[in-house]
């Protein structure tokens, strides 16, 4: 079974603060993603990897930076939290081609 | 740039009843598509995908789609929903390798 892990399923934070939300997949797979999920929005695009150390910007990258360094693992960070990046993170990967993509649980950031 | 667009936010159906959730999208000429289903506080489920062949396609629960390039649609359907069917509904479509999803329709069923 694929499976794709997240390391926090909650988090509060403070403004300001620098967060990490780590997301790891044991599945080889090239394509990693990261998407915020808000009411009525759907789910949008923030960062996506296709490699280890290569990265491209989704549709909504302001305000987050992402990390790649090894293939299994990838690293969402704001820099520095504000209150309109509390949302519901998801992280998802994809085998190369024609892949089904796979989510992992999710993290619900609660920035105060 | 938008790629998959739900018109509906909210639909309601009573139990038994047949549905359709419609999805159009505004990317590629042979899009892989998909339906995804998110049931209240848990994660992503794949419903079906296209990737090419038949344009009706089965997935799990019970739903299809079928897909019609003439008129951009993916439309998902079931002849006789359940309580347990009650989630959101979230189209996609592989724009580049990236999913990009539609903003989601939300299914309500009348007892």
């Known amino acids: 079974d694929v499976k794709v892990t997240q390391s926090s399923r909650y988090l509060v934070k403070r403004t300001g603060e620098k967060v990490f939300l780590e997301c790891v997949q044991d599945?080889?797979?090239?394509?990693m993603f990261w998407y915020r999920q808000d009411p009525g929005l759907g789910l949008r695009l923030i960062y996506f990897?296709?490699?280890?150390?290569?990265?491209e910007k989704g549709d909504i990258p302001e305000g987050y930076s992402v990390s790649r360094e090894k293939k299994e693992r990838f690293s969402l960070i704001l820099e520095s939290a504000s209150t309109n990046q509390t949302s519901m993170y998801l992280c998802?990967?994809?085998?190369?081609?024609?892949?089904?993509?796979?989510f992992g649980p999710g993290t619900r950031l609660t920035v105060l | 740039a938008q790629s998959v667009t739900q018109p509906d936010i909210h639909i309601t159906v009573s139990e038994g009843a047949s549905l359709e959730l419609r999805c159009n999208y505004s990317?590629?000429?042979?899009?892989?598509l998909f339906w995804y289903v998110q049931s209240p506080g848990q994660g992503l489920q794949l419903l079906l995908k296209?990737?090419?062949?038949?344009?009706l396609v089965q997935g799990i629960k019970g739903f299809e789609a079928e897909f019609k390039r003439s008129q951009s649609s993916f439309n998902l359907r079931k002849p006789s929903v359940h309580w347990s069917d009650a989630a959101e509904y979230f189209c996609?479509?592989?724009?580049?390798?990236?999913?990009?999803f539609g903003k989601g329709t939300r299914l309500h069923i009348l007892p």
């Open positions: 296209y990737f090419s062949g038949d344009t």
């Open positions: 990897s296709y490699d280890v150390k290569m990265k």
């Open positions: 996609a479509v592989d724009r580049d390798d990236k999913i990009i």
């Open positions: 990317y590629g000429a042979t899009p892989y």
């Open positions: 599945m080889d797979h090239e394509n």
């Open positions: 998802a990967s994809r085998g190369l081609g024609v892949d089904t993509q796979y």
